[in-house]
């Protein structure tokens, strides 16, 4: 007993004190979606009276189109997920499967391409798209589909690496098969690759959802318009400094809002932590 | 789905769909071309005779593959990489921002002044005969004309109706407008000139009741290149760097200017121009300070943890996902969360400790707030690949030293540690790198203050490079797209240094495998 103290309770006490910093800010936040005053003050840490009062505000109150931000992440972070995936999976596959020059090059160029930080090119983004707004209103600045093409510019980097992992590792015997019966390479990808990699396709659709529901500044700078906001800018617009008043249904909204992402994420844990030891990088 | 891929059917829906997405984009390229865009009008095109060419021939099989990738790669990340560089040698900036053709038509339609007696009327603004028209009215005198761009008819009083002030509301062969065309009518009134009928004079709106007479007081000769005003004979010439100056006095400008090539100045203003250079070694200082200090941070925290959760114990898996939360969290609720708990009335953070600290007016504890936050969203992440690497790590080495007599201090720094980094030298780098671009978490929590307001300064305590680039960029008084994409192409070299470096390391972790 006492040589199990000394071995493990240290663990326990470090575990233990971590986790509740990690915790304590998330309980906040949904003890003050429940506190009935709305406000960022809070008279005790353990509520005494539970209200649905910022819930009903967040989807009654006519300042707030929260549904409708909620829709737009959806929709946006949805179609780049699938037209990503799909850019990413063909690119991967020519990768690992096609014989054609400049392929070295071609990923190594892609690789460098990657390294650029996105947000260091966001105001000729800005002045790229503001130049096409003069010319075709509905796909320029300010607009979802104009976010969309700018979220989508990155598909084919982002996930080819995972994504050619995988192509690798299905064997070239299913290919070969399919070439004597006659199968043309975009015929091999779609019957032979896509079914085989529909859960690793999954899994790189969630998490390129949750990349882009996440994504915060292009689409600050895009949307601008209260109605075709996504959910991150309309509720950073909302809150706007103003804590002491906005709180509670901020709250509220943030936890709906994140719910789903912790939710795709805790059952991706499995794939994203393999991921990140091979060499992707978030936070 | 056989059907689908293969045969005439399959040709057929191929074939649609090529077109149609030709037809849309054909489309836009007209537009571009109508708005003067030809670089992007000829991306357009060329997109269109790829996408046709590649999808309607078998001469190459790859490009099936990657042509929408590519495209969008090529429009949305090269093409703003490649502007970037070309903004940078540019004066772009307010006041600079137009084409030089734009710059000086604004310039001719602003050079106008009021007559010397400052003759002014009441007017109605409407449509005469399907042009723009406006009805005058000289209360005092009882004059009345009725003027368009092109003419002046004047009215006898007994041809008008009067309002209520006096003013004539209604005349033969003029509507005013509706007040919904009005909202819509604003540049075509603005900037039109009527007839007045006195030669080098017309009548301006000053809003929608005042007409004023005015004359032109600038010329542009577009043989010699110069404007030259109409008043006392001044020259104003092409300063090269985006502006008409005055020939006698340069620091004399005509507003607005354009964007115009100055090379290489945006950068050797970083260097050189103290007002630059004093905020944006600053701004550079606790940028490495930020990243080196939260990766740190971070790391410790998450190899303690990992250390500590190293062992089957009870408990573990419950550990784990209460510790991968702050990960999982989408991070912009969660900065955004944090933000509200350094507030300082109401805030937990200082709820809990007693205080009443100003936690985002304070450099310092603004700078120690940024760090903390990041902590608590970056650990787990450290914690998972710190757990992984220990894995990685063969437990002989570990009982080999044991059995030569070290102590699991002993073992831990000698051993452990030096392998540990080794394996998580490429990641911490790509992580420095990261957080040396994390806009985000600056930008939400503290928006790069706090800031010295009274002298002007746009560089918070808190911004980092590229938070201080954004500012330069977008801020709210003046817009330098110029230098912001100067100090851009500098923040890459810096970060595109790092990660090769990161790489290089990374293919060293594959020969150590």
């Not at chain 2, 449509?127 to 028209?133: F, L, R, T, Y």
């Not at chain 2, 200017?257 to 121009?273: C, M, Q, S, V």
């Not at chain 2, 938070?467 to 817009?479: D, E, L, P, R, V």
Request: a positive charge.
């Amino acid at each position: 007993m006492k040589k199990w103290l000394r071995e493990n309770s240290w663990r326990h006490a470090i575990g233990i004190f971590i986790c509740l910093f990690s915790i304590f800010p998330l309980y906040l936040v949904v003890i003050s979606s429940f506190n009935p005053s709305g406000s960022l003050q809070l008279t005790s840490f353990i509520p005494k009276v539970l209200s649905w009062n910022n819930y009903h505000t967040l989807f009654k109150s006519p300042a707030i189109p929260y549904l409708t931000w909620m829709k737009n992440s959806l929709y946006i972070a949805g179609s780049v997920a699938l037209i990503s995936v799909m850019i990413g999976s063909a690119a991967a596959f020519a990768f690992s499967r096609l014989n054609f020059t400049g392929k070295k090059l071609g990923i190594q160029l892609l690789l460098l391409v990657q390294m650029f930080p996105a947000i260091l090119a966001i105001s000729a983004v800005y002045v790229i798209m503001e130049r096409v707004h003069n010319f075709a209103p509905d796909i320029g600045l300010g607009t979802q589909p104009g976010l969309l093409l700018v979220y989508l510019g990155g598909a084919m980097g982002v996930n080819i690496w995972l994504l050619k992992g995988f192509v690798d590792s299905i064997p070239m015997e299913l290919d070969e098969a399919a070439k004597i019966d006659g199968a043309s390479a975009v015929q091999t990808f779609w019957l032979i690759f896509v079914p085989l990699a529909a859960p690793v396709l999954a899994v790189v659709t969630l998490m390129s959802f949750i990349g882009t529901f996440n994504e915060y500044i292009l689409a600050r700078l895009f949307l601008v318009n209260m109605n075709t906001r996504t959910v991150a800018v309309g509720l950073q617009q909302f809150i706007g400094g103003q804590y002491s008043q906005n709180w509670g249904p901020f709250a509220a909204g943030s936890i709906i809002a994140s719910v789903p992402i912790v939710i795709i994420f805790l059952s991706l844990q499995k794939y994203i932590v393999s991921g990140l030891t091979a060499g992707s990088v978030k936070g | 789905m056989m059907t689908l891929l293969r045969g005439k059917v399959a040709y057929v829906l191929k074939l649609i769909v090529v077109l149609l997405i030709s037809v849309v984009m054909l489309m836009l390229t007209q537009h571009a071309v109508a708005q003067h865009e030809y670089a992007i009008a000829i991306f357009l095109a060329i997109a269109v005779i790829l996408i046709a060419f590649t999808y309607l021939t078998q001469v190459s099989v790859p490009l099936k593959f990657f042509i929408p990738g590519l495209l969008l790669l090529f429009a949305f990340v090269l093409s703003p990489i490649l502007y970037t560089v070309v903004m940078s040698e540019f004066n772009y900036k307010t006041g600079n921002i137009l084409s030089k053709q734009q710059a000086i038509e604004q310039i001719v339609s602003r050079a106008v002044e009021p007559d010397a007696n400052g003759t002014s009327f009441d007017i109605k603004i409407g449509v005469s005969n399907g042009v723009p028209a406006l009805l005058a009215s000289d209360t005092i005198n009882k004059t009345y004309f009725l003027a368009t761009e092109k003419s002046r008819t004047d009215l006898t009083p007994d041809q008008v109706t009067l309002d209520a002030n006096e003013v004539a509301a209604t005349a033969p062969n003029f509507r005013v407008l509706t007040p919904s065309e009005m909202q819509t009518a604003d540049t075509k009134y603005s900037n039109a000139r009527f007839y007045y009928g006195k030669a080098g004079y017309f009548v301006t709106l000053e809003g929608f009741d005042v007409g004023i007479v005015s004359h032109q007081v600038l010329e542009y000769l577009p043989q010699q290149g110069i404007f030259k005003s109409l008043v006392d004979d001044s020259v104003y010439r092409d300063n090269g760097r985006g502006n008409f100056a005055l020939v006698t006095d340069s620091s004399n400008m005509l507003n607005p200017g354009w964007r115009a090539p100055i090379w290489f100045e945006n950068y050797t203003k970083l260097f050189t121009d103290a007002k630059v250079r004093g905020p944006l070694i600053r701004v550079f200082i606790w940028t490495m300070v930020f990243a080196t200090g939260t990766v740190l941070t971070s790391f410790a925290l998450g190899l303690l943890l990992a250390i500590a959760m190293n062992k089957p114990m009870r408990g573990r898996r419950f550990y784990r996902s209460i510790l991968i939360l702050p990960y999982a969290m989408p991070s912009v609720m969660s900065i955004l969360i944090w933000a509200g708990m350094f507030d300082t009335e109401f805030g937990a953070i200082n709820n809990i400790l007693g205080t009443h600290i100003a936690w985002f007016q304070n450099p310092s504890f603004a700078r120690f707030a940024v760090i903390f936050v990041n902590l608590w969203l970056a650990f787990p992440y450290f914690y998972l690949i710190s757990s992984g690497a220990l894995q990685a790590i063969p437990t002989e080495l570990n009982e080999a030293a044991a059995i030569d007599g070290a102590n699991p201090r002993q073992i831990f720094r000698k051993i452990t540690l030096p392998l540990l980094l080794q394996i998580l030298s490429p990641l911490l780098i790509a992580s420095f790198a990261f957080n040396f671009n994390n806009f985000n978490l600056i930008y939400l929590l503290t928006g790069g203050g706090p800031r010295n307001v009274l002298s002007g300064e746009i560089a918070g305590g808190t911004d980092i490079l590229i938070s201080y680039t954004y500012k330069i960029a977008f801020g709210s008084n003046t817009q330098d797209l110029g230098l912001a994409s100067a100090i851009s192409v500098v923040i890459f070299v810096i970060v595109a240094g790092i990660s090769l470096y990161g790489l290089r390391k990374s293919k060293v972790l594959e020969t150590f495998k």
